[in-house]
């Protein structure tokens, strides 16, 4: 499936993840945007267990039938650690007294 059909078929939300597992071996995943009712126990755990929160991630968002079942390998799991901080785009906001 092309990037295109899979914008097509599950919105324009949809993420790629990439694991350099070696040279020439990728494990390429399709991500859909996390929902707040999937980000409340992701950020409960962020600061205390990072994997566990990137698993939560994973199990919930990760289009497993057209992504690389590998991506949820322990080492693919921490590989995407550093990736949690793009999977929310966080607005600024400012509290003024008045």
């Known amino acids: 499936m ?3 059909e899979v914008k097509e078929k ?3 939300d949809v993420k790629k ?6 040279e020439n071996d990728t494990a ?4 859909l945007k996390a929902t707040r009712y999937v980000m409340s126990p992701i950020l ?4 205390t267990d990072p994997l566990g929160a990137v698993e939560i991630w994973l199990q919930s968002c990760l289009i497993k039938e057209i992504s690389d079942p590998r991506i949820l390998e322990d080492d693919c799991l921490i590989s995407c650690m550093q990736l949690m901080d793009s999977i929310v785009s966080v607005k600024k906001s400012k509290l003024t007294s008045i």
């Open 2 to 4: 092309t990037e295109e």
């Open 10 to 12: 599950y919105g324009p």
């Open 17 to 22: 993840i990439e694991v350099f597992i070696s």
């Open 28 to 31: 390429v995943g399709y991500v």
């Open 44 to 47: 409960t755990k962020i600061n």
